[in-house]
């Protein structure tokens, strides 16, 4: 955690440290307008470096393919010269005042002050849908069960089973190809919830005969002893169980979105996400603006290359705030250069 004194001062309070807000301080920078980062996390990245560090990610231009950890390392060394102050490990607690006048408090005490804030929460707090089976915590202790893989090296020579039907649950079952002994994928539907070209290649391993897949079937319990996981058991439709042998499950039931604290705002919400302009990105509350998958409005696509894009807008309608007697005239990077 770095060390800050407060009170702090910057023009844009920026929440959300993962990579829509990562860009969105350098979009901020290439206006001269100043950004202090703030996250609950320890470290920069958000989903990104605490979920897939080691996923590849396809749709980032120019890279046909980035892992996680590999795109926040590029944005870190892309925002650091504009020199951003960086609350990390701390949640947002309040926030008073108005345009051009907000204060905010964290968790550790920290104040900042600033002209405008930016929402870039991703899923808000978020956290795994845990499956409701006995004895869970034990295994959740020893890593035997695990909702996020932090290195591909750790399942090697593993039996795996995984559990879920969406992008997660596909993307592992392809990402361990070659590093787990064994990988089972139990799905209560025959169908996924992932992108075509995902799902035909596992359907394509699953044909050789290189996933094993569990269909359809769901959790049913876990066996083993002193937090050692020695078989998942699942039960299909009609009540039928059997044993698959695991020494590690990865269940991949989506993400618990809590807002907190931006909750009790005052912001127009929907469905747990944040309303906004779509041309500017400012939220019901003027001076307050809201970047990538906590964003909503209509057409709202949750892409990483989208956040970038809104970060980019949001700095262009914050400019008026910072400089309110100062035109802007937009050059591109090729002709200005980094400030």
Known sequence: ????????TADVAIIG???TGMFAVFECGMLKISSVLIDALEELGGQCVALYPEKPIYDIPAHPAIEGAALIAQLEHQIAPFDCAKLLGRQVTGLTGSKGDFTLTTSAGDIIKAKAVILAAGAGAFGPNRPPLDGLSAYEATGAVRYYVKRREDLRGKRVVIAGG??????????LQGIAAHIAVVHRRPKFRAAPESAAQLDALAASGAVEMVIPYQLHALHGAGGKLSAVEVADLDGGTKHLPADVLLPFFGLAMELGPIADWGLQ???????????TLETSIPGIFAIGDIASYPGKLKLILQGFAEGAMAAHAIHPIVYPDTALHFEYSTSKGVP
């Open 1 to 8: 955690m770095d060390q800050i004194t407060t009170p702090i």
């Open 17 to 19: 440290a993962g990579p």
């Open 166 to 175: 969406g992008d997660s649950a596909v993307d592992w079952a392809l990402a």
């Open 269 to 279: 919400l929907a469905h747990h996400h944040v309303e906004v302009t779509p041309s």
